[in-house]
């Protein structure tokens, strides 16, 4: 489904996701990467090893979510921007997702957005909690959104509000 739509079905996605039980252990990196392209440095930037070594620099990557801390290192440098970080249970009512952005102006804590599906569909509000920034990567940019815990499986995105 992806090379018609341009983005996971729910199937494909599903394949993806640790556990449930995992996701109660804490933060969890996600890679939705569908391409077989030359690229690794998502494995490279993952001081745990939780990123599984490439055999070929064309492999797809593999995380081992026991090893992963959702540190979000991989996100900062993943030039397709198909790396998140999900911690389900961030409050007792909600969720934290940090995700990559690139698009100015740059958000900053406490502005609310739009939480978007994969297909870009809205499904319901976030709030900017940290903008965070990288030395090894400068012009990174990762957001921290607080959503409500039960869209955490299927928010993917966000779009600014502007007031």
């Known amino acids: 489904m992806y090379k018609n739509t341009g983005y996971l079905s729910p199937q494909e996605y599903s394949s993806l996701m640790p556990e449930e039980e995992r996701f109660n252990k804490g933060p969890v990196a996600i890679i939705e990467?569908?391409?077989?392209?030359?690229?690794?440095?998502?494995?490279?930037?993952?001081?745990?090893?939780?990123?599984?070594?490439?055999?070929?620099?064309?492999?797809?990557?593999?995380?081992?979510?026991?090893?992963?801390?959702?540190?979000?290192?991989?996100?900062?440098?993943?030039?397709?921007?198909?790396?998140?970080?999900?911690?389900?249970?961030?409050?007792?009512?909600?969720?934290?997702?940090?995700?990559?952005?690139?698009?100015?102006?740059?958000?900053?804590?406490n502005d609310p957005c739009d939480i978007l599906s994969r297909d870009g569909s809205v499904i319901g509000k976030g709030t900017v909690v940290k903008v965070q920034?990288?030395?090894?990567?400068?012009?990174?940019?990762?957001?921290?959104?607080?959503?409500?815990?039960e869209l955490f499986k299927e928010a993917r995105n966000v779009r600014m509000v502007k007031e």
């Open 33 to 109: 990467c569908p391409e077989c392209i030359p690229c690794n440095p998502c494995q490279q930037a993952c001081a745990r090893g939780a990123i599984q070594r490439f055999q070929n620099i064309t492999d797809l990557p593999v995380i081992n979510f026991d090893l992963c801390n959702g540190c979000g290192n991989c996100i900062a440098v993943c030039p397709g921007l198909a790396i998140y970080v999900i911690e389900k249970n961030y409050s007792p009512t909600t969720s934290l997702i940090k995700i990559p952005y690139e698009m100015l102006p740059i958000p900053t804590k």
């Open 133 to 149: 920034k990288y030395s090894f990567n400068p012009k990174a940019r990762v957001l921290w959104i607080e959503i409500p815990k």
